[in-house]
């Protein structure tokens, strides 16, 4: 059986997939155009792809024999799960082994943002800091505030526990109770506009989905404080974009930290000209460990799928006993 791996991951995974298949790389750290990647897949049992391939009823019309769609993220909007169900196609992902991962970023870009280390690092890069000054660079204080988490699943869950040395209040919005965030950490389960007008920091952890795509948009940002930071190391789409721009520069909320985008690698315009924003490239996930973690398992939902064995982590689970 052949697999086809869509650009480069960590070896590890790659070495686990050769005894077992034919496998074919596209060894380069590119994203493959649609047309290229339909090509590629005509006769492929399975594909490995990463957040930045789209894999549409149209690249799989193009796979007769896809029976495994494994995605090296945990995040899958970038397939159209629906269709591959309906194709009888298995679509695979990683959660779990980037759950620390992320919520360290996601403490990170929340402390860099709140304390200008960018802005810092600018000033002392660029001989323009000139001793130290009383009023300078002068950011927030996270004790006793209140941390907002816009989805209280695994990496939600993992930023609320990191929140415990600042003494923070936590407010959550979930479909969902979390009865470990409540009983351990005293949040609170919030509607969606309470987290927005209460929070000193919002921070996001959602899937994207129809439902969930621009949930943050230009009356969302009115109802937080001036003062207010905004996280997001979830997916860009969740936020509108362009009403973040205004939202910044009008000051409707003090700043934001992304570390995704709506159209990645494109910004939205102006989002880059704030100086109010701290700007990473979607690295939540990036660590040496991490990313091995995430090339193993994509592989190993490969390996089980073809062999008729349940994978680690499936989306679609009702496709399954169709998998042949
Ligand atoms: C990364 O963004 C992921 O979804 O794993």
Known sequence: MKVFITRNIPPIGIDLLKPHFEVE?????????GEALKRKLKDADAVLCLL????????????????????????VDNVDVAYATRRGIAVTNTPG???DAT????????LALARNVAAGDAVVRNGRFHGWDPLFLLGADLAGKTLGIVGAGRIGTAVAERSAGWKMKILYFDRAPNPHLENTFHARRVSFPVLL??????T???PLSAET???LGEPEFALMKPTAYLVNTARGAIIDEAALVRALREGKIAGAALDVYEREPALAEGLAERNNVLLAPHIASATVATRNKMAEIAAR????????????????PEVLNRVK
Request: proline share 6%.
């Open 97 to 99: 082994v980037l759950t």
């Open 213 to 215: 795509t621009h949930l």
């Open 25 to 33: 790389l596209h060894a380069s750290s590119e994203t493959l155009p």
């Open 197 to 202: 007008k209460e929070a000193d920091f919002v």
């Open 301 to 316: 939902n490969i390996i089980h799928v073809l062999h008729g064995e349940t994978p680690v982590s499936i989306v679609n």
């Open 204 to 206: 996001i952890h959602l």
């Open 52 to 75: 930045t391939d789209a894999i549409t009823p149209a690249v799989m019309d193009a796979a007769p024999k896809l029976k495994v769609i494994s995605n090296h993220a945990v995040g």
């Open 103 to 110: 919520a360290d970023f996601t403490w990170t870009l929340l």
